[in-house]
């Protein structure tokens, strides 16, 4: 689950690690008085104005304007709320920016880039940082990736405090600076650990013309599999963010992942999924989604799956892909006749149901008068799901 950037200095803040003196809008009427509030608070006239959308490279979509007083934080406002934000991140629609984050202009001397993630290779958290922030990590370690300094982190032992420093110093920062970065990195494992972070992402951390140390923006992704213990992170959940598919199928715990293909998929299983569509492309097809209905499949979860791979336009032919171990074979039947009698499904679909009652559900489909396309094995079923795709 992702968050916005207002919604991370939250978790900073409340973490002990210093931000821009900010706050959220979603509304034109509220800007005046916002602006205001922070130069009083910040002794400075001049503010920025934040598109909030979950997709890094605003400004270079005019998502960020710097605004050196209260008309022209009023102005980049009216042009900001409400437009449709295209960033590199974005799709070529863009995104809908309905909230704001308006914070104090801060005088940057220099910028750096700070993160903590998994490195998979190890199981370990890795911190990640360089004295060249602001721009895209990826394009710096293409580029240069001596520029970028790596610390992995013993999860038994936790951070320690010469790893802390090792990193400040490794950036170039020295005296006051030196120990501020110090316990900012401390302080942004803390929330790593105890948040369920899978990223937690500064960029820019800068070091202001006065020697301290400000997260500027952030970046936090969390752990889905852990948001039942984060009731707080819970609730930063904006489902206007999300594909609006994903969305529906959080509601019926099915797992979905859409993709740039043609070919549905709806499978039982993680493993059986990712090989149903290799298979596809192996034919000669492309997938157009990941659709795991899970091990407890029923008539609803097959409805509910169809609704959800059919949104996407895109879908020219079906593939059911099932094997019976805990979840019974006839039950997923039943659930495919229901879905294509209600849903009045115009493409193909062809089924491959394998495992516990097989045979008694290959019976409900022959004699269901539904137009459903058998198969016996996968292979057969990727065959003449690819030729009726292409063939719509």
Do not use: W
Request: glycine share 8%; proline share 3%.
């Amino acid at each position: 689950m992702k968050i916005h950037e207002y919604q991370a200095a939250e978790i900073l803040k409340s973490n002990g690690i210093p931000v821009p003196i900010g706050y959220m809008i979603d509304n034109l009427d509220e800007v005046k008085a916002t602006v205001e509030t922070i130069q009083k608070e910040s002794n400075n006239a001049a503010v920025v104005v934040k598109a909030q959308i979950h997709a890094g490279g605003r400004g270079k979509g005019g998502g960020v304007k710097f605004s050196p007083d209260l008309n022209s934080a009023v102005d980049n406002a009216k042009s900001i709320l409400g437009m449709q934000l295209i960033t590199p991140q974005t799709s070529g629609e863009g995104q809908t920016v309905r909230k704001l984050y308006i914070t104090q202009a801060i005088d940057i001397a220099r910028e750096y880039y700070l993160a903590i993630t998994l490195d998979r290779s190890s199981s370990q958290p890795i911190i990640i940082a360089s004295a060249e922030g602001g721009m895209e990590i990826e394009e710096l370690a293409h580029s240069s990736p001596e520029k970028i300094i790596k610390e992995r982190i013993d999860p038994i032992f936790g951070l320690q405090p010469f790893q802390s420093y090792r990193i400040s110093a490794s950036l170039g920062l020295t005296g006051h600076a030196l120990k501020e970065a110090c316990k900012v990195i401390s302080d942004l494992y803390k929330s790593y650990v105890n948040s369920d972070v899978s990223l937690a992402e500064i960029n820019p951390l800068v070091l202001t013309k006065d020697d301290r140390i400000f997260a500027l923006d952030a970046k936090f992704n969390f752990d889905d599999n852990a948001l039942f213990r984060q009731e707080n992170i819970n609730t930063m959940r904006d489902i206007f963010e999300e594909d609006p598919a994903d969305v529906e199928a959080s509601k019926f715990n099915l797992n979905y992942i859409k993709l740039d293909g043609n070919v549905g998929c709806m499978v039982n299983g993680a493993g059986l999924a990712m090989a149903a569509m290799d298979i596809i492309k192996l034919k000669g097809g492309e997938p157009a989604n990941f659709l795991d209905v899970g091990g407890g499949a029923n008539v609803e979860t097959v409805k509910n799956g169809f609704r959800i791979i059919l949104s996407d336009k895109n879908v020219t032919a079906v593939l059911i892909n099932i094997f019976g171990g805990i979840v019974r074979c006839d039950r997923v039947a039943n659930g495919i006749v229901e879905a294509v009698k209600v849903l009045d499904l115009n493409v193909p679909v062809v089924v491959r149901l394998e495992g516990t009652n097989a045979t008694e559900a290959k019976e409900i489909l022959a004699s269901s008068g539904v137009a459903i396309i058998p198969a016996s094995s996968l292979d057969e079923a990727a065959e003449k799901t690819v030729e009726v795709a292409i063939s719509k």
